[in-house]
Protein backbone atom coordinates (compact mmCIF):
# COMPACT_ATOMS: atom_id res chain seq x y z
CA UNK A 1 0.00 0.00 0.00
CA UNK A 2 1.31 3.50 -1.07
CA UNK A 3 0.94 6.25 1.89
CA UNK A 4 0.42 9.28 0.06
CA UNK A 5 1.53 11.34 2.47
CA UNK A 6 2.46 15.52 1.80
CA UNK A 7 6.65 15.79 2.58
CA UNK A 8 6.00 18.70 4.13
CA UNK A 9 7.32 20.03 7.66
CA UNK A 10 6.98 23.16 9.50
CA UNK A 11 10.02 25.17 8.74
CA UNK A 12 13.42 25.60 10.63
CA UNK A 13 12.48 29.54 10.72
CA UNK A 14 9.84 28.73 13.26
CA UNK A 15 11.79 27.05 15.25
CA UNK A 16 14.45 29.62 15.23
CA UNK A 17 12.00 32.53 15.90
CA UNK A 18 10.61 30.14 18.77
CA UNK A 19 7.53 29.14 17.54
CA UNK A 20 5.57 25.59 17.64
CA UNK A 21 2.69 25.81 15.99
CA UNK A 22 1.39 22.58 17.89
CA UNK A 23 0.55 24.21 21.03
CA UNK A 24 -0.41 27.50 22.33
CA UNK A 25 2.49 30.64 22.81
CA UNK A 26 4.57 29.91 26.17
CA UNK A 27 5.54 33.82 25.71
CA UNK A 28 4.26 37.48 24.97
CA UNK A 29 6.52 37.62 22.49
CA UNK A 30 5.87 34.45 20.59
CA UNK A 31 1.88 35.22 21.08
CA UNK A 32 2.84 38.20 19.42
CA UNK A 33 5.11 37.30 16.52
CA UNK A 34 2.80 34.45 16.10
CA UNK A 35 -0.38 37.11 16.15
CA UNK A 36 1.39 39.04 13.61
CA UNK A 37 2.38 36.56 11.09
CA UNK A 38 -1.01 35.22 11.18
CA UNK A 39 -2.66 38.31 10.31
CA UNK A 40 -0.51 38.79 7.68
CA UNK A 41 -0.86 35.78 5.96
CA UNK A 42 -4.29 35.95 6.18
CA UNK A 43 -4.32 39.29 4.19
CA UNK A 44 -1.53 37.91 1.13
CA UNK A 45 -4.45 36.02 -1.01
CA UNK A 46 -4.78 32.74 -1.89
CA UNK A 47 -0.87 31.91 -1.26
CA UNK A 48 -1.12 32.97 2.43
CA UNK A 49 -4.52 31.62 2.82
CA UNK A 50 -3.20 27.92 1.25
CA UNK A 51 0.13 27.74 3.94
CA UNK A 52 -1.92 28.40 6.62
CA UNK A 53 -3.83 25.20 6.08
CA UNK A 54 -0.35 23.07 4.83
CA UNK A 55 0.83 24.37 8.28
CA UNK A 56 -2.07 23.22 10.44
CA UNK A 57 -2.20 19.85 8.10
CA UNK A 58 1.37 19.49 9.01
CA UNK A 59 0.89 20.30 12.46
CA UNK A 60 -1.93 17.89 13.29
CA UNK A 61 0.72 15.13 11.62
CA UNK A 62 3.18 16.31 14.50
CA UNK A 63 0.30 15.72 17.13
CA UNK A 64 -1.99 19.15 17.65
CA UNK A 65 -2.44 22.00 16.13
CA UNK A 66 -2.81 25.58 18.31
CA UNK A 67 -5.80 26.83 18.97
CA UNK A 68 -4.39 30.38 17.18
CA UNK A 69 -3.31 28.09 14.35
CA UNK A 70 -6.92 26.63 13.91
CA UNK A 71 -8.66 29.35 13.90
CA UNK A 72 -6.58 31.15 11.18
CA UNK A 73 -6.81 27.77 8.98
CA UNK A 74 -10.65 27.73 9.72
CA UNK A 75 -10.87 31.22 8.20
CA UNK A 76 -8.58 30.21 5.28
CA UNK A 77 -10.59 27.02 4.61
CA UNK A 78 -14.58 29.05 4.52
CA UNK A 79 -12.41 32.14 2.56
CA UNK A 80 -10.71 29.79 -0.45
CA UNK A 81 -14.08 27.25 -0.54
CA UNK A 82 -15.83 30.75 -1.55
CA UNK A 83 -13.39 31.82 -4.04
CA UNK A 84 -13.02 28.31 -5.35
CA UNK A 85 -16.72 27.71 -5.61
CA UNK A 86 -17.59 30.41 -7.45
CA UNK A 87 -14.43 29.47 -9.73
CA UNK A 88 -15.87 25.78 -10.19
CA UNK A 89 -19.70 27.51 -10.82
CA UNK A 90 -18.17 29.68 -13.97
CA UNK A 91 -16.06 27.18 -14.89
CA UNK A 92 -18.90 24.83 -15.21
CA UNK A 93 -21.30 27.52 -16.96
CA UNK A 94 -18.54 27.89 -19.49
CA UNK A 95 -18.29 24.40 -20.33
CA UNK A 96 -21.96 24.55 -20.38
CA UNK A 97 -22.33 27.21 -22.77
CA UNK A 98 -19.65 25.26 -25.31
CA UNK A 99 -20.81 22.80 -25.54
CA UNK A 100 -24.60 24.04 -26.18
CA UNK A 101 -22.96 25.88 -28.85
CA UNK A 102 -20.07 23.34 -30.11
CA UNK A 103 -20.75 20.20 -29.39
CA UNK A 104 -18.74 17.48 -26.96
CA UNK A 105 -15.15 18.46 -26.71
CA UNK A 106 -13.90 15.06 -27.92
CA UNK A 107 -15.55 12.72 -30.44
Given at each position: ????????????????????WTRAAKTEHERAVREAFLTHQTSCGMSGLVTLLLLAVVSRRQGSVAEDLQGAADFAEIILAMQLRKHQDDTLAAAQSYVKTNGPLWS
Open positions: MIKNVVPFKTPDTFARAGIN
